[in-house]
């Protein structure tokens, strides 16, 4: 049974960090790219950030978040982080973590709010 299940989320204020964690099993994690994803209230899903399969050489993010956020992970875990820095009440949302290969799986979503 596949599973994507994130953690890390919560109420932290403007400029605080999160990480946030997706545990992966059911699939063979290493050969994915895995993905961030996150929703704003009556806004499209839309991507963060994603790191490429095996090694994860290769990255990339929104523009609204490079230089802040970090996408990385642990293969010998399973697991996918997002390090989160200098967060903005924008970055408010449901954060879903993402795998994809032939197939495409996606996690329940961890909240995050930034707000004072």
């Known amino acids: 049974q596949v599973q994507l299940v994130e953690s890390g989320g919560g109420l932290v204020q403007p400029g605080g960090s999160l990480r946030l964690s997706c545990a992966a099993s059911?699939?063979?994690?290493?050969?994915?790219?895995m993905s961030w994803y996150r929703q704003a209230p009556g806004k499209e899903r839309e991507l963060v950030a994603d790191?490429?399969?095996?090694?994860?050489?290769?990255?990339k993010y929104a523009d609204s978040v490079k230089g802040r956020f970090t996408i990385s992970r642990d293969n010998a875990k399973n697991t996918v982080y997002l390090q989160m820095n200098s967060l903005k009440p924008e970055d408010t949302a449901v954060y879903y973590c993402?795998?994809?290969?032939?197939?495409?799986?996606w996690g329940q979503g961890t909240q995050v709010t930034v707000s004072s």
């Open positions: 059911g699939f063979l994690f290493s050969s994915y790219d």
């Open positions: 993402s795998a994809r290969a032939l197939r495409v799986y």
């Open positions: 790191i490429t399969s095996f090694d994860g050489s290769t990255t």
